[in-house]
Each structure stands twice: as structure tokens, then as C-alpha cells.
């Protein structure tokens, strides 16, 4: 359990600055894994998935963050297909806002809501990786790196959500919720 509090903090910490969307070169799996890693954009986003997955309970700790790669794929091949969405980095911002909110108001609506909403921020998240994709890429190996470190990070919040059950956890789960929120709307004053 410290282990994983430990990577969290770390990771949360040391993560780049969140203009992670500039069309960088996409060299393949370490490229894809260390994205999301490295993007505080990401960072906030999955983790408030996990937190908010374990919070929730049940058959959500499952479905939210297999929801996500699975439709943050579909976004990326809308992306790769010249697909265009509209409002893309301000609407990864807002799912930091909207996600951390979740997190730190303890709020838990219907399975099919959360898997919704999770849902939209992915398409929009992978969509932001499909553009950037340069056709010499290795896609699959960029989306497949991508997709692990996004389910770590996922894991990574699910302990965190699993702190609510001890001395004092409840009050760090609603902070970090609310850091991850904060951290959101100063992530949507740089993207507008």
C-alpha cells in the first residue's frame, strides 16, 4: 500500500508540464508509455479515474477503466483518420475539473453515468493522440504503451481510492480530488 502511495505522490509530482498535445515525435511503445506518464494532463485525468472507480464501488472499480482505453482508442483512430472534434485540449482540461469534482464531492451516480462521462473525456483524450500520430509511426506499439501506462495510472488511483477505508483516508481521497479539480482549471486557463 505504501508502494503505491509512494509511485502516486512521485508520479504526481514529477510529471511535465501539461502541454502534452504538440506534436511530438511518436517513436512507438517507450514514446506511448512515458506520455501519459509525463503529462499532467494525464496524470490528473487517470488517476481521478481510479479514485473515482474505487469510490464508487462494485462493478465500477472494473468497467471505468476498461471504458477508458477502450474508447480512448476510438478516439485516437478518429484522430489518425482526420477526424476532427472540436474543443479537444480544452475538454481534456475540463475532465481533470469534472473527474477531480467527482472524486473530491464524493459523488456517485449510476454506473452508466460515470461510464459515460469517463467515455467522452477518453474519446477526447485518445483523439488528441491519433492527430499527432506521424504516418512513419509505430501506432501500435505507440497506442499499446499508451494504453498501459494509462491502465497503471488507473491502478495508481485505485489505491488511492483505497485509502477511504483507514484512519484519515476520507480526508486525503476529497483532497486529492480537489487538487486534481484545481489542477484541471489552471490546465484549462493554458489550453483557452
Do not use: C, Q
Not at 6 to 29: E, K, M, N, R
Not at 135 to 158: D, K, P, Q, R
Amino acid at each position: 500500500m505504501r508502494l503505491k502511495l509512494t509511485l502516486s505522490i512521485f508520479l504526481a509530482l514529477t510529471a511535465a508540464p501539461a502541454y502534452a498535445h504538440t506534436g511530438h515525435d511518436v517513436l512507438g511503445f517507450t514514446t506511448g508509455f512515458m506520455h501519459p506518464i509525463l503529462g499532467l494532463d494525464h496524470v490528473i485525468a487517470m488517476l481521478a479515474v481510479g479514485l473515482w472507480a474505487a469510490l464508487l464501488g462494485g462493478r465500477a472499480i472494473y468497467a471505468l477503466p476498461v471504458i477508458f482505453p477502450l474508447l480512448m482508442l476510438v478516439g485516437g483512430a478518429l484522430g489518425m483518420n482526420g477526424v476532427a472534434l472540436p474543443y479537444v485540449e480544452p475538454i481534456i482540461a475540463m475532465s481533470g475539473v469534472v473527474l477531480g469534482l467527482m472524486v473530491a464531492l464524493f459523488i456517485k451516480p449510476a454506473l452508466w453515468v460515470s461510464a459515460l462521462m469517463v467515455g467522452i473525456f477518453a474519446v477526447f483524450h485518445g483523439h488528441a493522440h491519433g492527430v499527432e500520430l506521424p504516418a512513419a509511426s509505430n501506432a501500435f506499439g505507440y497506442a499499446a504503451g499508451f494504453v498501459i501506462a494509462t491502465a497503471l495510472l488507473h491502478l495508481a488511483g485505485i489505491g488511492l481510492g483505497r485509502l477511504v477505508g483507514v484512519k484519515g483516508g476520507e480526508y486525503f481521497t476529497h483532497a486529492t480530488g480537489a487538487a486534481i479539480a484545481l489542477t484541471g482549471a489552471a490546465l484549462i486557463v493554458i489550453a483557452v
